[in-house]
């Protein structure tokens, strides 16, 4: 999420305050560039570098259609092609992938195997989107089954699993209900 952060103001360790972005430039905070991009020396740090005491984030609007995907990837080099092609179509609100260890833990595996089952799938892919109009959410949709269906030559890909699905196929993904899908965290 760092790329969300348009600027930030930090107290250094001998009390100076810097700011970063536009933000070092003028009264709003509305971007990074043109100018030397120093707000990575201060995105977790956890204080290290200086302590934040503002932060701008870009805000996106909240569609009123969306979904939330699941595909499991049984190959590395695959599940990273679609990963590369979906980035680049611009398609989603968020995407994320899991190894799957990392996936397993998440489910309420304190000490997943080091040797995966052999029906077990590598990776566990996320994948949030929205739009304005069903019909555009339905289109985004047939893009990403489009992608994921280039890719997957023999079957080393799940099809879209929307939640509900996933619950079905795996009870403890419940706990996925849980998770945010948006600011609502910073209101609490």
């Known amino acids: 999420m760092s790329e969300a952060i348009l600027g930030l103001e930090a107290v250094l360790h001998d009390g100076t305050v810097v700011k970063t972005g ?40 909240q569609h009123p259609f969306r979904r939330r995907f699941f595909v499991l990837a049984r190959k590395t080099n695959a599940a990273f092609e679609v990963i590369r092609r979906l980035v680049k179509l611009e398609l989603l609100d968020d995407l994320g992938v899991l190894s799957w260890p990392t ?33 555009q959410l339905d289109y985004k949709v047939h893009k990403v089954e489009e992608v994921i269906n280039a890719v997957d030559s023999n079957g080393g890909f799940t099809s879209l699993l929307d939640l509900d699905d996933l619950v079905k196929a795996m009870p403890e993904a419940e706990k996925f209900r849980e998770f945010p899908t948006d600011l609502e965290f910073l209101t609490k």
């Open 22 to 61: 536009a933000w070092a430039m003028g009264p709003t905070p509305y971007g990074r560039p043109p100018l030397p991009d120093l707000t990575g020396l201060f995105v977790a740090w956890l204080g290290t570098t200086g302590i934040v005491t503002k932060i701008s984030l870009a805000l996106w609007p």
């Open 103 to 135: 996936g397993r833990m998440m489910l309420g595996v304190e000490q997943p195997h080091y040797e995966m089952d052999g029906g077990e799938y590598a990776y566990f892919m996320y994948l949030d989107i929205s739009a304005p109009f069903a019909d």
